[in-house]
């Protein structure tokens, strides 16, 4: 049975549309990927130390990540010495299942919303400017609004000039209600936008921050402030506290990760513009490195290419999707 004959029997149960979004909008990191690794295994018929640091190159230069790499080339040679494994494509299927090992890890991995037993859920957005947090926001409120829910967005962000504006745009585009003031207190236009959404039952809130990173000291201050307020207001909230990352900037999103994990709570990562990348492999090494799961992944420009990620689907994308053929 052929590598894509496999990943068809996985996918069997899954809809066509689910799996294009992905073989599509992983097209530049697949292309770059499958590529090099199709050339190194005409080049190397057999596997060898020469082929092993040829494979280590291509999956750095995915950006998976050197550390990462370093610790999953260990794991191929464990498993090519323990199984007989000579030839270089019979390689293609341990990597594939080492791929999903490195990410699974033996978590329990929950990539979809946690949502509170009583309305409202509230979902907090954290990550720096320009990494298309708002309009993350924007996608998963469509989303949210197609489930039949009821919606509020929060403009948190009272720091970046243009903000509020962008969230306003996004609710008349979406036809979802937004919260906003003309304060400079993001506190303050949380705390109103929490108490509409209890007053009306709403399922829903969204709330957008501030992006700034900076300057740590205060914007950990402001986040405890605002984590806070939204206690008080919505036991056991915020329920989610999603940092958004461009896929775009590499092992710089890493960085990024590092600096909030350390500065607030963080449930899950939306990775934005991954169709963006010649680099998708920061999946990898963000889940490797920061241990937070990655819930969406954005692939494409319109509101329903923010996918809810899969690893499964993940890799088959990474592998080049349909265009095996």
């Not at 992983?26 to 499958?34: A, C, Y």
């Not at 948190?156 to 008349?172: L, P």
């Not at 036991?235 to 999603?242: F, I, K, N, S, Y």
């Amino acid at each position: 049975m052929g590598l894509f004959d496999k990943f068809k029997q996985i996918f069997s149960n899954s809809s066509k549309k689910e799996l294009e979004v992905y073989s599509e909008g992983m097209q530049k990191t697949s292309k770059e990927f499958v590529n090099r690794i199709s050339l190194l295994n005409r080049k190397y018929k057999k596997v060898s130390d020469e082929y092993f640091e040829e494979l280590e190159e291509i999956f750095i230069m995915a950006d998976i990540g050197v550390k990462t790499v370093m610790k999953f080339i260990d794991k191929l040679k464990k498993r090519v010495k323990s199984e007989n494994i000579s030839d270089s494509k019979d390689l293609m299927d341990v990597i594939i299942d080492e791929m999903f090992i490195l990410y699974v890890n033996n978590d329990i991995i929950v990539n979809k919303i946690n949502y509170a037993d009583t309305n409202p859920t509230v979902i907090l957005f954290v990550g720096v400017n320009g990494v298309g947090k708002t309009t993350s926001i924007g996608k998963i409120a469509h989303r949210l609004k197609k489930q039949n829910k009821k919606v509020l967005l929060v403009a948190g962000d009272t720091f970046r000039a243009g903000a509020v504006e962008q969230i306003i745009e996004w609710g008349k585009r979406i036809d979802c209600e937004v919260v906003y003031s003309d304060s400079k207190d993001a506190s303050s236009v949380i705390y109103d936008g929490l108490t509409k959404a209890k007053n009306e039952n709403y399922d829903v809130v969204l709330i957008d921050t501030a992006g700034r990173l900076q300057n740590k000291i205060n914007l950990m201050n402001e986040l405890d402030k605002i984590n806070r307020v939204i206690g008080k207001l919505v036991d056991g909230a915020p329920h989610e506290t999603l940092l958004v990352i461009d896929a775009t900037t590499g092992q710089n999103g890493i960085s990024q990760a590092k600096s909030f994990k350390e500065i607030t709570n963080i449930t899950g990562i939306i990775l934005t513009k991954l169709d963006g990348t010649a680099k998708g492999g920061i999946v990898l090494a963000i889940k490797e490195e920061v241990s937070i799961p990655v819930k969406f992944v954005g692939l494409g420009e319109k509101e329903e290419d923010l996918a809810v990620f899969d690893i499964e689907k993940y890799i088959y994308g990474l592998f080049g999707g349909e265009n095996e053929k």
